[in-house]
Each structure stands twice: as C-alpha cells, then as structure tokens.
C-alpha cells in the first residue's frame, strides 16, 4: 500500500482538527485508472508481456507475471474493485481471507521477536525492528534533466540526520536503543529513470513501483545487512522536484514470489514540499515517512486498510496533536527545518513497537497486530 504524507492545511481551530483531503477513491480520473489497472491485470496474466521483463534473479518467478507490482498492484486493484463495486472494504489478500487481524494479541512490547517468518521472509520486511543498529539506503533518482544540485543533496543529508537523530531521542525516551546508520558513501546510491519523477506523482503508478522495485532488488540487501550487522534496512529515494511523498512499507501476503520482490521497502521523498514548492520537504516529513517503513500508520484519516476509523484519527488529533503521523507542519502551518517538534502517541509508539499501546488499545483494539513493526 502507499502511504501519502497528509497535505497542509488551514490553521487548527479547536472545533475542526480534520484534515481536509483529496478524496482519493472519487474522480473520474481514479476510476478510469483502475478500470486500466484491471484491464493491465489481464493482459499481464494472459501474458502478453506489458509489464516489464524479469530482472536478473527473478526467473523462478517467471509464472508470476507482473510479480513486481505486488504491493502497489493489489492496493490499486483493490481500489479500482472496490470503486467499481462501490465498496471500499474490498479488499485483497493472497488465501482469500478477508480478516486476518489476530484479535487475540494484548499488545507490549516485543523486541527483536523471530514470530511470523514465511517462506524464509520477515513479517516485517527488510526495515525490520526500529532498534539497535538500523540502516537507511540512500537512492537519488535522476530523471533526464532533473538532477539535484549540492546544494539540495546537502540538504537531503541534513535532513535525513535530523530525522536520525530525532528518532534516537525518542527511542531513548522511550527506553528503546537506536542507533540510526545513513548518509553512508558507500550506501548512497544514484539511480538514472527517465520519466519517473512524473510517474512518482501519480496516486497510482505501476510503473514507479516496479522501477524502483526492479532497481533496489539488485542491490545486496543480505550484504548490507552482513557489513552493518543488523536486520533492518529501509530505502529513501529522493525525488529532484516538488510532490506528496510517499513510502511503500512491506505487507506480507503469503504468496513466496510476490513477498520476496517486494522485500524491500522504501519511502519516497520530494525535495521540495507540494505544499509550499519554493520550500524543501521538512525534516519532520522524512521522519514520518521512515516511520512507515518499521510499522507505523497514518493516522490523519480513516484508513481502513490499517483498521484506522476517522474515530481514531479524530482522537488521535484531539489528544496527541503533535503526532508525527498526524501531521508535520507546525501549528502556525510552517515548517520547521532546523529541528522535529513532533511526538508519537501510543498508537505509534505500539505499531512500531516501542510500547504496549496502553488505553488507546482497549479504546480502539481493532488496531491490535499480530507482530510489531508489520503490517497486516
Ligand atoms: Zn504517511
């Protein structure tokens, strides 16, 4: 699935924490794009060959055509069904199981757990557990002509330490231990992809996803993980233009081809913010999107998905305004570059599984997961 930062919005009143959001399941436009997302489906099963050819490594899933849109695909299939049915609750999943919220679970805080691994692959995908040693790969994606000056990849660096940092602070708070390994040489990458920074601002693009998906699978990610001693790995792409970043965390379907190529997960980051185009995307942003990568959900709308009821976000909104995953402008609307103001309520603090998510889970246990720091 892909996650979207939320938009800034006009200043908080104290009767209107909401934010206003595109509708994204309503325009003509969405609905004829899933109605091609379905078409494409077809013809990628009849294989005619549309979507792109098997990268190096990938040949055993050769009868899985299409294999590389995973996530993204069904998220958008699902969409473009459930516009279709009028249902917005359709849902895919690989066994055909419409639930698979473990009700069962109390929540708590579960380090470096093991629980859950299918088809030798984590539950929580290459970001695993936010602790101890956790690496971020930088990728800056050149698009023709769209390049980045030094100046802008000063600032990505700036800002990627910060939101490094900021996490360390909160872990440490939190009694967690973190230690945020990035902005390493010998883990940045430059990736040429002519045409995908226009792709990338599409609220639905195969041809991103399998791009970038394509690109990071050829990277070693058992060898970073050797060389930096740790199980979590998570991805940054930089994009050279303004849009709503994004991240497209992992979410295991069971299907062995499908989980493997979409193994590595990877968060989406403009260099400059749609919201204000002459401004950098805030420091703040960049942490919100990491968080996605280790569990974390939105929290500023519904999301049902995730089990996220507008009751939720309105709670969350009302009581832990400052939740990263809420928002991350300041309360006058600006950014803020030199530093994160923002905090984790105890939803965040559960998904990622710094805590036992205390009340809020009793209030709200349709949240409640199977594993921590995974999606379900
Ligand atoms: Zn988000």
């Known amino acids: 699935m892909r996650y979207n930062i939320p938009m800034k919005t006009e200043r908080f009143s104290a009767s209107d924490h909401r934010i206003a959001q595109h509708g994204i399941r309503s325009s003509a436009g969405k609905r004829a794009a899933a109605l091609l997302l379905c078409l494409l489906m077809a013809l990628s099963l009849s294989g005619c060959g549309i979507f792109s050819g098997d990268p190096v490594g990938l040949e055993r899933f050769s009868d899985l055509p299409g294999v590389r849109q995973i996530e993204s695909f069904f998220e958008a299939l699902n969409r473009g069904f459930g516009e279709l049915l009028g249902n917005d609750d359709l849902i895919y999943y690989a066994d055909g199981d419409k639930d698979r919220t473990d009700t069962s679970g109390t929540g708590g805080i579960r380090k470096g757990t093991d629980e859950g691994w299918q088809n030798g692959l984590s539950p929580q995908g290459s970001a695993r557990f936010l602790q101890d040693d956790v690496v971020l790969v930088s990728v800056y994606l050149i698009d023709g002509s769209n390049d980045f000056t030094d100046d802008e990849i000063s600032y990505t660096k700036e800002a990627v330490d910060i939101a490094a940092e900021w996490m ?88 062995a081809g499908w989980d493997t190529i ?34 974390a959900c939105d929290l500023y709308q519904e999301t049902k998905v995730d089990n996220i009821s507008q009751e939720l976000s309105d709670y969350v909104a009302d009581t832990y305004p400052d939740e990263i995953m809420y928002y991350t402008y300041e309360d006058d609307n600006t950014s803020n570059f030199e530093e994160i103001t923002k905090d984790m309520s105890p939803v965040t603090l559960y998904f990622i599984g710094w805590g036992d998510g205390g009340a809020m889970i009793e209030q709200f246990p349709e949240i409640k997961r199977k594993y921590p720091c995974a999606f379900e």
């Open 262 to 295: 979409s193994y590595h997960e990877f968060a989406n980051l403009y260099m400059y913010d749609e919201s204000a185009p002459d401004e950098y995307e805030n420091p703040a942003t960049y942490a919100h999107e990491i968080l996605h990568l280790f569990g």
């Open 168 to 255: 360390e602070q909160k872990a440490a708070e939190n009694g967690v231990s973190l230690n945020v390994i990035c902005n390493e040489p010998s883990l940045t990458y430059e990736f040429e992809a002519e045409g995908m920074l226009k792709e990338s601002r599409k609220e639905i693009s195969l041809t991103y996803a399998d791009t970038i998906g394509e690109f990071l699978y050829t990277l070693d990610l058992n060898a970073i993980k050797e060389t930096y001693d740790t199980d979590s790995v998570g991805f940054l792409i930089f994009l050279p233009g303004e849009g709503t970043s994004f991240a497209y965390p992992y979410t295991p379907t069971g299907n």
